[in-house]
């Protein structure tokens, strides 16, 4: 090695040694230089020795951007750094996209904001007119427009037929039908005697006048206003009627006992169940017969005044243990006559 050394920044001494493989100044003429490539061998490039550059200007010319050698580009850009601007693509590849070159971003449709446009105005639509929220179907964005499914409630619009009302109307109500509050239905035929309490019997045969008519009659007490004992007359009467046919009744008479109407009492002496004496108070009384249509409980007749005589002692009596009190039945004689001229 050489003991010269070269000046701060100057040039190395070429006899020093080959830095970055420099050419050994002192190898035989026609030595293979450094790079391995033979003495005469065309450029990598491809183009012949004396070939001007691919951009036309002559060796040595300065380039066309005007530039001095030596100054950075007017980019800004430090030496080295990549052009702004992308590289153009190399010859010889058409069609091949530009490396470095920005993909353009994909144009917007649309059609997504009108279809977003005209399923809010059909949600709002439906949530105005009580119907449900809607739901949209959305395809893509180049596809034709979606069509909106909705759901929403039954109620009908203004253009809805509505069903037409019925003819019939409501349902009649039937001749079966109580007018009367205190109608009931009679299982037996001591229940008919409601209609004496101001009711009516809904099973009850209608009454179609006095000849066809059967009845039954029930007598009240001065000692028991609210109770309604059967009276009898005879079979033989056209008008009586069987206990197991009391439905096929049309009329009821009602014996009413006249309030203050009782007489002097009459001493009846008896001899009670254990053995010992009794005296009962034997009582007489008015009552008014009134006849009603059982099925309706309305008065239909009058018969007049039935006397409850107590002139004689009776060979059997009912009475209260507490007042020694009875009172006389209105007279069976009475009765029947009663009902003989009213349902002659």
Known sequence: MSDNHPPYGGYPDPNAGAWGNQPDPNAPYGQQPASGAPYGQQPASGAPYGTPPASGAPYGQQPASGAPYGTQPASGAPFGAQPGAPYPPPPGYPGQPAPFAPVPPPAKSKKGLIVGLAAGAVTLTLLCCGGGLAYVAFGGDDKDDPTPIASGSTTPGPGTPTPAPSESGPESTGPDEPSNNDALTARYSSEMSAVCDGGAILNAAPYTGPSSAKAY????????????????????????????????????????????SEGTPKKCQYKAS????????????????????????????????????????????SYNKVTMKSYAAPDSGTMEAALDRFLK
């Open 274 to 317: 254990d053995g010992k004496a009794v005296t009962v108070d034997y009582i007489s009384s008015r009552y008014t017969l009134t006849f009603y249509a059982a099925k309706t409980g309305e008065k239909i007749g009058d018969g007049g005044t039935v006397t409850a005589p107590a002139a004689r002692c009776p060979s059997f009596i």
């Open 217 to 260: 009659v029930f007598s009240n007490a001065p000692d028991r206003p609210t109770f309604w004992s059967q009276k009898s007359f005879s079979s033989e009467k056209s008008y009586y009627v069987k206990s197991a046919d009391f439905a096929s009744a049309s009329v009821i008479g009602c014996l009413k006992v006249v309030d203050g």
